[in-house]
């Protein structure tokens, strides 16, 4: 199926064969960490639990596949805003699809989750900020790193737009601080 070490965990399609294969362990440890808060009297025990389970997985597979060595050896930067993007529209439909939706899924995941977990976390400028900082870390270990990918300003867009985009999603479910905790 896949061809060994490097199938397994150093392709696209090997990172989300495991991720799909790993989908049951995730469920296991959301129903682990829930029970044992229900069991001590934590408030919100199932949904701090998916929660924290739902950042960490839903992060980590894009966060892995985006620190693969490139293939086609085009290592460089890109700082000018919007270059890339209009680059990859005039590639074509494919291209934007895995291009565009593919970065603005890498921190839907802590978009969605982490104002539900989090109160700290409970606006969308926040989750914005969190993740645009956590694109440009990953852009600049891709550099650093020497990948072979383009690190780019673009990505960095997509990916807090992602995020926040679906924070906007999960705002009913949102874990705001009451005014007496705030004071």
């Known amino acids: 199926m896949f061809g060994g070490w490097h199938g397994w965990f150093g392709t696209i399609s090997g990172v989300v064969g495991v991720t799909v294969l790993l989908s049951p362990v995730a469920g ?42 490139g293939a086609d050896g085009a290592g460089r930067v890109s700082l000018v805003p ?24 890498v921190f839907a995941a802590l978009g969605f989750f982490g104002p539900v977990r989090f109160a700290a976390l409970a606006s969308v400028p926040r989750v914005l900020a969190v993740a ?8 600049c270990a891709q550099y ?3 990948l072979d990918r383009v690190s780019s300003v673009d990505d960095v867009l997509l990916n807090a737009a992602g995020a926040g985009l679906a924070a906007l999603a999960s705002r009913p479910w949102w874990r705001v601080q009451s005014p007496a905790a705030v004071s």
């Open 28 to 69: 296991l440890v959301v129903w682990g960490l829930a029970r044992r808060r229900r069991d001590a009297g934590v408030r919100w025990a199932w949904r701090r639990s998916l929660a924290e389970v739902g950042i960490v997985y839903g992060t980590v597979p894009w966060i892995w596949m985006i620190l693969l060595p």
């Open 144 to 146: 650093v790193l020497a």
């Open 132 to 139: 645009a900082a956590g694109s440009a870390l990953v852009e």
């Open 82 to 105: 919007l270059r890339d993007l209009f680059t990859v529209l005039a590639a074509g439909p494919l291209t934007v699809t895995v291009q565009v939706v593919g970065n603005l899924l």
